[in-house]
């Protein structure tokens, strides 16, 4: 593509908005069409503009492929249908017999999706404290192929050492897979920092807004892209145009949301640290947060996500998300909207049980892009008398 030229050179800002958007040949039309089609005419068996069936190829997914990838410096992207097809391809790599080291702190999506699915096809899981490299590299075996990380994990919002952990994994020729759905390329570029892959819910920033679900993978691998791009065909859990056209519109205010998100956190970090209902506060942007200075090295900001602990335990925790007004009691995160979460009495179910996951008076927020004072009220008011 031409303008390739000028996007080795753009800033994330301007990538969010150009990459892979070129203004469309036939109309002019500055927005990306919504290709919606199945299939494309030939004018000759074989004789065509480059798509054929839109399981294979569809113009609208190859531009939200192209801004993606350019998000993270890579030369490829490839879309999903949602984060855990995403994450379910990557497994698709490996074979029967292949060992894969994965945080002990994951997405309770991803953990069923091992244990539950893949495990029955004889893929073999550690989970470990993926905050400790020592810890990663201690469960190597010669059967490892793949290392997992999340980070900043979920709900614990611990951060894993991408930078080390690529070294580790470089040593050894190991894939290094990393969610970044928590950061966003906005705030974290894992491929920048030795990842070999890494992968998207785009159900959550990168959309931005709530009414998308999708996922992505990015790589600078030519041998991992062509091996994920014949299992996104041969699989099919593609994402259908509207649904890229859905995420493409929302990559465009990425960067602004946020920084917005992350100083909307930061404050209400701090007021959370200071109140006497709140038992302890886990934020990466907080100088109490135990790997404070290696969130200052690995990302730009800290991001809209925070965890709390309630003194008053499951009682607290159940009255709390029921009493704020603008903090919506829903699951999921990464939208413009203030969301509120008891992970104990809701989506955990399928987590490994790490400590922080299971502690009942832990609350869950995904900070959106409101008026701080507004979100900080709302808070306030609901801790009155907890
Ligand atoms: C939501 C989420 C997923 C799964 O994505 P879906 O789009 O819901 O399938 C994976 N990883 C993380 C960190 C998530 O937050």
């Known amino acids: 593509m031409t303008e390739q030229v000028d996007e080795q050179r753009w800033q994330l800002e301007t990538l969010a908005i150009h990459a892979g958007q070129a203004p469309d ?43 993606l990838a350019a998000l993270e410096g890579a030369p490829y992207g490839l879309a999903f249908s949602s984060g855990m097809a995403a994450t379910d391809m990557v497994f698709k790599l490996l074979q029967a017999g292949d060992h894969v080291i994965a945080g002990n702190d994951v997405y309770g999506g991803t953990f069923r999706l091992a244990d539950k699915v893949w495990r029955r096809f004889g893929l073999e899981f550690s989970w470990v404290d993926t905050a ?6 201690a469960a190597i075996t010669p059967a490892t192929r793949l290392i997992w990380l999340e980070t900043p994990t979920n709900p614990g919002l611990m951060l894993a050492d991408i930078a080390a952990i690529a070294n580790i994994a470089q040593a050894r ?109 886990m934020y990466p942007g907080l100088e109490s947060h135990p790997q404070h200075d290696l969130a200052r090295r690995q990302m730009r900001n800290f991001g809209g996500m925070i965890s ?58 995904s900070v959106g892009v409101e008026h701080v004072d507004d979100l900080i009220d709302d808070l306030r008011a609901a801790l009155t008398g907890l």
């Open 132 to 137: 400790n490299p020592d810890a990663v590299r």
């Open 173 to 281: 020729g190991l894939i290094l897979a990393v969610d970044n759905t928590f950061a966003s390329p906005a705030l974290q570029q894992p491929l920048k920092l030795g990842a070999t892959l890494s992968l998207h819910s785009t159900t959550k920033y990168l959309g931005g807004h709530s009414d998308v679900v999708g996922g992505a993978i990015l790589t600078r691998d030519d041998d991992l892209y062509r091996q994920l791009k014949f299992l996104q065909n041969a699989a099919g859990a593609v994402p259908g145009p509207w649904d890229c056209f859905l995420v493409l519109r929302g990559v465009k205010t990425l960067p602004l949301r946020m920084e917005r998100h992350s100083a909307n956190a930061l404050r209400v970090a701090r007021f959370l640290e200071d109140h006497p209902a709140v038992e302890r506060v």
């Open 308 to 365: 709390l602990i309630l003194r008053g335990g499951a009682d607290a925790g159940q009255q709390f998300v029921t009493r704020t007004r603008l903090f919506a009691l829903a699951e999921s995160l990464g939208g413009v909207e203030s969301l509120i979460e008891h992970p104990y009495s809701m989506t955990h179910a399928s987590t490994t049980a790490s400590d922080i996951a299971v502690n009942p008076g832990l609350i869950r927020l």
């Open 25 to 67: 040949p036939a109309t002019g039309a500055i927005m990306t069409p919504v290709y919606q089609t199945s299939t494309y005419v030939q004018a000759a068996p074989g004789d065509h503009k480059g798509y054929e069936y839109s399981r294979t190829d569809n113009p609208t997914r190859q531009a939200l492929e192209d801004c």
